[in-house]
């Protein structure tokens, strides 16, 4: 399970920042687009999402352990680790059935604004747009699988990703 936690900490808060931040640099060398002039704005906002962002995620981790009896992630059929006994739906998981994600999005975000550049704006919204059309299908299929009814049911009553804001069927 540490290792699970070690790739995941090393893809989420070292890796994907990295090539978000020297993709923008490159870009940004011919055409740079400023979100804000504003910077107190922007450190607040900064503030406010990597705290929110770290929440989600910290808060995410500690359910699926204590709850759920292991973690999320399944690479091509490999446990990154021991896949979770019982389906979470409490804490952060009564929001959207996505908080880890959202939380690592909400700090993504924040970067973005630390660079504030459009174009890590637009870099962070293809990242999650992938994110939601790949990783976030691979993981329903397992829960499907692994939980059944009980996953159809809270499927149907909780966000994919944005917390408060259920899809419509």
Known sequence: MIRGYVFGGLLVLVIFPSLIWTVTALADYVLRIPITGNSSLRWIIVIFLLV?????RITSIVYQNIVGKGGPLEISNIEISPKTRNLVITGPYRYCRNPMLF?????????????NSLTAVILVALLAAFMLMVVVKLE??????????????YRRKTSKIIPWFPERE
């Open 52 to 56: 929110s962002g770290f929440a989600f």
């Open 140 to 153: 329903e299929a397992r829960l499907l699988k692994d939980f059944g009814e009980q996953y159809r049911q």
């Open 103 to 115: 939380g690592t999005f909400l700090i993504y975000f924040a970067l973005a604004l630390v660079i």
